[in-house]
């Protein structure tokens, strides 16, 4: 049974620590920050930094979450592949948030697209449980397929 | 093995899948509100609804964490069924809270009795895997049945 | 099936519950600072609460994922040991930041050596998973033995 589990999850092992370091790397950016300079323009930056940092986290559980239900209930690879993405997406956000001045457009929200591809995995893979416990009829193939090239379209900028 | 997964955990990927539409609702308001109004009261209403996502999004791993465990450690139906009542419950609070001018009083802790319920399961249910590990003794039926008569309790007000 | 699943977890289950009692028991100390005293040093103390609630809270999803992932791709009674390690410390932080002035060294993270060591966990778990799967040498028992060892090392101060 271990070695049937891992099979269906050590990619999104793979990714969810992918994005473990990188929030070690964000943490660790902010706490430089904040003890690094102390007078100047420091809670300007410090600020920004920590707004960056909070954005990012609150979002984190819910990318988990939609993430490992996607993995789980359809197939691993494109639900891993668009978390990769995500986390290109949230460091892009992070490095270009400290750029801007601007606090009044913080967007809270980055990365809809996927986490919507996210979802939309997880509620196709809820569907065909109940078509195939209810119905006997099995799309699970074609739909790992479909998912598959779908996903490619998320590099689309 | 695929199906007997699924069986035991699509309840929960529903509830699951809610709770980040419901995320992502409060997210967007948060960013309505950032960016609609520059001047005028913007900061105290900003405030107030930035305040009430945070501490939404402060307990959503806590709840996700207690969902999973109780569903996976006992039955998943219950611990479903408690999950929604705990969507309703921070769909209520996130809605009252913007009305609320005093910030003195931001209750912290919404929903204890649903945590505390599902606490409640997980615990059954690791006594209950003991039992049957060291005493072979199995009361997983009965403790099911009673669990969901019990979660009906959650819908008093 | 189940009786597998759960031997392989229940320990993990167990540290999460307490992690969730911890949590709710931080909760309440900010709100109990919240509502307790109006006006004197109030948001002084309550701003220091809430700061220590907030940093403990950003790396609680993290700390989740890295220690479900290094119990379920290794084994988890080192990982839950770690895990309960990590709860004390977190214990010791938030107590210790309550009696700290200075606001400009928050220690925004905390038992890194023990995240460190999950992450490494989880690593070493799918490298030994790939192994067994492509080169088809196991080298789980030792590993999980090893593991062991090297966990009471983190009772190191």
Redesign the interface.
Known sequence: ??????????LL??V??L???Q??FF??K??KE??GQ?SKNHSEAFERLSCA??NC??????F???LW?AG??LSQAPAAFAGIIYLVVRQKYFVGYLGQTCQ??????FG?RI?FFL?LM??V??IN??M??YGGSDYKEYIQTITKIVSTLLLLP
Do not use: Q, W
Request: with cysteine; proline share 4%; glycine share 4%.
């Open positions: 049974m271990y070695v049937a589990v891992m099979d269906n999850i050590f092992v793979l969810t620590l994005s473990v370091v929030n070690v943490a660790l902010v706490e904040c003890t102390h940092n909070r986290m609150d979002t984190y559980p819910t988990l979450a939609v239900c789980i209930c009044s457009t913080p967007g809270f929200l809809k986490l979802s997880c509620v893979g809820i449980h109940l195939l416990t």
